[in-house]
């Protein structure tokens, strides 16, 4: 079974940049479709954006739309999120998770996602 280390987050003024990185070891990340979810506090955890095993499918959520692209590099068993012009309501717990279901779709429900990162915190202030 893969585990998953998310890594990149931290405190940014609002209009600032972070990529979040979310390092897979135990099985190659190509077994899996993979996903970014954000749960922040009182909030329901909710779909960031997805991606198929290939990269060659991705999906986002409206209100990041155009502004995170999420991007994975299966040779280096790594996924990406990279956020740009981030906003106050970015402030978040950022989870990466993996589905070895059904890796050529990109997931868009948390239940259907298998294997769960620690999470890594991205705070934004304005």
């Known amino acids: 079974q893969v585990q998953l280390v998310e890594s990149g987050g931290g405190k940014v003024q609002a209009g600032d940049s972070l990529r979040l990185s979310c390092a897979a070891s135990?099985?190659?990340?190509?077994?899996?479709?993979m996903g970014w979810f954000r749960e922040a506090p009182g909030k329901e955890r909710e779909l960031v954006a997805a991606?198929?095993?290939?990269?060659?499918?991705?999906s986002y959520s409206d209100s990041v739309k155009g502004r995170f692209t999420i991007s994975r590099d299966n040779a280096k068993n790594t996924v990406y999120l990279q956020m740009n012009n981030l906003k106050f309501e970015d402030t978040a717990v950022y989870y990466c998770?993996?589905?070895?279901?059904?890796?050529?779709?990109?997931?868009?429900?948390?239940?259907?996602?298998?294997?769960w990162g620690q999470g890594t915190q991205v705070t934004v202030f304005s």
């Open positions: 998770a993996a589905d070895e279901t059904n890796s050529d779709v990109e997931a868009t429900f948390d239940y259907e996602y298998d294997i």
């Open positions: 135990g099985r190659a990340l190509s077994n899996y479709a």
């Open positions: 991606i198929n095993w290939s990269g060659g499918g991705a």
